[in-house]
């Protein structure tokens, strides 16, 4: 248990659904990460926030889109999602950026069909 | 890209010390090296990091050596829950610099 849950852990979703990813971390850090794994491919950062602003959107498609309400919330809205957008999308947070420790959750497994 | 040199796997009998090596020939002075493992279908879980020193926490100890150029991860009595793939990263300490860049790690198996 690392202080960082996400829900739901498992998702199947059709291409034309919405559908969102949660992220709910007990730590009291102000950075939080989306990162997404696919099979077989090392782990991709997504985005970034810091003290629920933006700081970073690597080149993501917009059909994956995130929300941060505050810092201890992180939503992935998913829209229009394509099959080969399943993979496990993985959570994070630290106390701020640069070299602070991050802390994973469980991640959810999304298949898209 | 990843900036480390992990071998693919490794096997390591249970109870026995679990030695994993990392290359990062072109480490900077200031970035440090830090290492997750990651089991099946799981998030990744922090180890340990360090910038030159030594460094031992309650699960791992890292050996750095004095060229920083490679390290050494220890498990020092690995049990079949240390199954797993191992990642070792270096990070710069510059702000700004947020991202954790993965590899493919080093696939870990402990043997009974």
Sequence with gaps: ETGVT??????????????????????????MYWYKQSAKKPLELMFVYNFKEQTENNSVPSRFSPECPNSSHLFLHLHTLQPEDSALYLCASSRGTATDTQYFGPGTRLTVL | ??????????????????????????????????????????????????????????????????????????????????????????RESNFGNEKLTFGTGTRLTIIP
Excluded: F
């Design chain 1, 6 to 31: 996400q829900t739901p852990r498992h998702l199947v979703m059709g291409m034309t659904n919405k559908k969102s990813l949660k992220c709910e971390q007990h730590l009291g850090h102000n950075a």
């Design chain 2, 1 to 90: 890209d990843a900036k480390t040199t992990q071998p693919p796997s490794m096997d390591c009998a249970e109870g026995r010390a679990a030695n994993l090596p990392c290359n990062h020939s072109t480490i900077s002075g200031n970035e440090y090296v830090y290492w997750y493992r990651q089991i099946h279908s799981q998030g990744p879980q922090y180890i340990i990091h360090g910038l030159k020193n030594n460094e031992t926490n309650e699960m791992a100890s890292l050996i750095i050596t004095e060229d920083r150029k490679s390290s050494t991860l220890i498990l020092p009595h690995a049990t079949l829950r240390d199954t797993a793939v191992y990642y070792c990263i270096v």
